[in-house]
């Protein structure tokens, strides 16, 4: 399996983007998050071979990208970078058709694709484009023959910024299912630029987060998404708790949807979802309460009789709670001083509130 060494710095515009990270692919798809203007597309750039200032090296498997103090800089043709960007990056002069084959017809190793051009074409519904003029498409047209182009070419690695930026949430299902079907198939390896922690979760194993044109941290997707917040393009630690779940019931009169994991019940505000599809939410661990006694007349919808699992310290300040949902493990957050007032400890049974409104649903 294809692994990337990345040991590069890069100052442009008075930003500096300092990377020094190993990718290894064989843990599947890529994500990389972080705040506007964090260097996440530029992070993209010097691997594509975009930035010929960026100094350092840069090796992918037994291939040397680059590596300045050698004098090696491999241009994007030679690593076989595909980058999709944001923004159009199509041929005007060329029909539809022919842009999406100008990569195909350049692929050495076309006989190798496992996915056809009009597999592509039809998954993507652009095959009423063929005949048409680049000027005349819409955003998420053009968005969509870039991605057709690019999965038709020849390459050693595919690099996506913001995708389905342009795209409906029909369209955007069946990109990610065309993505996923490439990567399982050809074993490309894949880096995705998006600021949806929906799409993340959707594709990708393992996430960089990217704060100031550093790497904050590189861990499993879901473990990114539980202890970090991104709020105002400032990167918040903050430890939370993901649940899966399925969708029981929707009550319309009073704006609740119930969630139903390991036989409790959720109530959240009212979702679109149809009745036994998964839902993903998210809740803070620093939003859940708890009491040793059940609380009544209280307008908490959420009251969970659980037994407490593990006690950690966080720090000076914070108490982590481990309790027992069945088998899923949920954490509360609170003072050091409410623990010693509670004067909890492990096996003790006690009852965790959570508002509806606190609980994020994230797919």
């Known amino acids: 399996m294809s692994k990337l060494i990345i040991n590069t710095n890069l100052e442009s515009r008075k930003f500096i983007l300092d990377i020094n990270c190993t990718i290894n692919f064989s843990d599947g798809l890529i994500g990389v998050y972080g705040p506007s203007g964090s260097g996440k597309t530029l992070f993209l750039r010097v691997i594509a071979g975009l930035e010929k200032n960026s100094i350092g090296k840069i090796i992918f498997n037994d291939k040397i990208f680059q590596d300045k103090s050698n004098n090696i800089f491999l241009n994007t043709s030679q690593r076989k970078a595909i980058f999709v960007f944001q923004e159009n990056r199509l041929f005007s002069h060329l029909k539809v058709r022919e842009n999406i084959l100008f990569g195909f017809r350049r692929n050495i190793n076309k006989n190798l694709n496992k996915i056809s051009f009009d ?11 063929l005949d048409r003029d680049i000027i005349d498409l819409s955003g998420g047209e053009k968005q969509r023959v870039s991605i057709a182009r690019s999965l038709l070419s020849d390459m050693n690695i595919l690099l996506l910024d913001e995708p389905f930026s ?61 202890n970090f917040i991104i709020n105002n393009d400032i990167i918040n630690s903050q430890p939370s708790n993901l649940i899966e779940c399925y969708t029981k019931n929707h009550d319309y009169v009073n704006g609740l949807t119930y969630l139903g994991f390991n036989k409790f019940d959720l109530n959240i505000p009212l979702i679109e979802a149809k009745i036994h599809s998964k839902v993903l939410v998210r809740i803070l661990s620093k939003d859940i309460i708890i009491s040793t006694v059940r609380p009544a007349d209280i307008s908490i919808r959420n009251i969970f009789k659980v037994k407490i699992n593990k006690i950690n310290k966080a720090n000076e300040t914070f108490i982590d709670i481990t309790c027992l949902f069945g088998e899923v493990e949920i954490v509360s957050r609170i003072t050091n001083l409410s623990f010693k007032e509670l004067s909890l400890k492990e096996n003790q049974i006690i009852y965790l509130l959570i508002k509806s409104t606190m609980i994020e649903k994230i797919i």
């Open 119 to 129: 597999d592509i074409v039809d998954r993507l519904k652009i095959r009423y484009l």
């Open 166 to 226: 342009a795209q409906d949430i029909y369209v955007k299902k069946e990109i990610i299912s065309i993505i996923k079907d490439i990567y399982k198939l050809s074993n490309i390896p894949i880096i995705i630029v998006s600021h949806s922690i929906d799409d993340l979760v959707k594709l990708t194993n393992k996430t960089i987060l990217i704060e100031a044109g550093k790497i904050k941290a590189f861990d499993k997707t879901r473990k990114i998404i539980s």
